[in-house]
């Protein structure tokens, strides 16, 4: 079983900016493509970026040029830096491994943009 905890969520005023961690437990990390998701109140959970097993990235158009995804194989880290934060951002943000047909889930972590 593959654990992932989330952290560096808060409130911060649009503009601003945050970096998400997610630390995991997952034994050969640098084989699992590694996502962010997000959901907000009354919405589906929605893809935000992707990080490949080979390193390949991919953005949602919502966050493109703003949001940054990367990964450390050496420490199992996946990290989301968000900049020019809007108040649409806020959500509850997740992490996800994947590895075949295993799919993981961290517990969330809550970013709210707000005045």
């Known amino acids: 079983q593959v654990q992932l905890v989330e952290s560096g969520g808060g409130l911060v005023q649009p503009g601003g900016s945050l970096r998400l961690s997610c630390a995991t437990s997952?034994?050969?990390?640098?084989?699992?493509?590694m996502r962010w998701y997000r959901q907000a109140p009354g919405n589906e959970r929605e893809l935000v970026a992707t990080?490949?097993?080979?390193?390949?990235?991919n953005y949602a158009d919502s966050v493109k040029g703003r949001f940054t995804i990367s990964r450390d194989n050496a420490k199992n880290m996946v990290y989301l830096q968000m900049n020019s934060l809007k108040p649409e951002d806020t959500a509850v943000y997740f992490c996800?491994?994947?590895?075949?047909?295993?799919?993981?889930w961290g517990q969330g972590t809550q970013v709210t943009v707000s005045s």
């Open positions: 997952a034994s050969f990390f640098s084989r699992y493509a």
């Open positions: 996800n491994a994947v590895l075949g047909s295993g799919s993981y």
């Open positions: 990080t490949t097993s080979g390193g390949r990235t």
